[in-house]
């Protein structure tokens, strides 16, 4: 079945420092991929996404990059802040039989440290 | 806009009572709600996908007799968690397409349900 890997599990950080997370997708027909933010306890958070169309997509100091021929997007961060720290969750999207439907990597812990 | 509400937000209950949890779109209708379920500490696990006015479309693995899922309106779709045990005890979190786009999927606030 279809399958999304998301790496690292867990990434520390400096503040002001960088982040990339990576995820690679398995099923060829997956043409949205969205990144959602989960602080502890709370909802996921849409942060960004890209549609298989564009390579690349930036928001202020959010960044989205995807390889289709790879088959893997990552989200980057730059000039880290403490309040970046949650779990983010890249995800794929097809459309399967009348509905779009997302399939979710494992997750990356993100810490920012001051 | 694109507001996603579940209640309740935490619950507790004996072994093998059933547990009802509702998810409203409020500002948007939705034609399509999905039902996540989440392990601490892990990803979300697509349960079912709910379609107003036909029967939900389940996942793999997921027993649709044990998780019965209605979506009466286009802002409203039930889980009831039939006959609850222990192992049942998560995190179980809706979504929402806001049917604009593709895809975007808007999430509810979660339900943390505890088994005893």
């Known amino acids: 079945g279809e399958n999304v890997e998301q790496h690292p599990s867990t990434l520390s950080v400096q503040e002001g420092d960088s982040a990339v997370i990576k995820c690679t997708y398995s099923?060829?027909?997956?043409?949205?991929f969205p990144w959602y933010k989960q602080e502890l306890g709370k909802r996921p958070q849409l942060i960004i996404d890209?549609?298989?169309?564009?390579g690349e997509k930036k928001d202020q100091r959010i960044a989205v990059t995807l390889n289709k021929t790879a088959k893997h997007f990552s989200l980057h961060i730059t000039e880290t802040q403490p309040e970046d720290s949650a779990v983010y969750f890249c995800?794929?999207?097809?459309?399967?039989?009348?509905?779009?439907?997302?399939?979710f990597g494992t997750g990356t812990r993100l810490q920012v440290f001051p | 806009g694109a507001v996603v509400s579940q209640h309740p937000s935490r619950v507790i209950c004996k072994s093998g009572t059933s547990v009802k949890i509702e998810c409203r779109s409020l500002?948007?209708?939705?034609?399509?709600m999905f039902w996540y379920r989440q392990f601490p500490k892990q990803s979300l696990m697509l349960m079912a996908t709910?379609?107003?006015?036909?029967?939900?479309?389940?996942e793999q693995g997921v027993e649709k007799d044990k998780f019965l899922i209605n979506h009466a309106s286009l802002t409203l779709s039930t889980l009831t968690v039939t006959s609850a045990h222990p192992e049942d005890s998560s995190f179980y979190i809706c979504?929402?397409?806001?049917?604009?786009?593709?895809?975007?999927?808007?999430f509810g606030p979660g339900t943390r349900l505890t088994v005893t």
């Open positions: 979504s929402a397409e806001t049917g604009l786009l593709s895809y975007e999927q808007y």
């Open positions: 099923d060829s027909a997956s043409n949205y």
């Open positions: 890209i549609r298989s169309n564009v």
């Open positions: 995800a794929a999207g097809s459309r399967w039989y009348n509905t779009d439907k997302l399939i």
């Open positions: 500002d948007f209708q939705a034609t399509t």
């Open positions: 709910s379609n107003e006015g036909s029967k939900a479309t389940y």
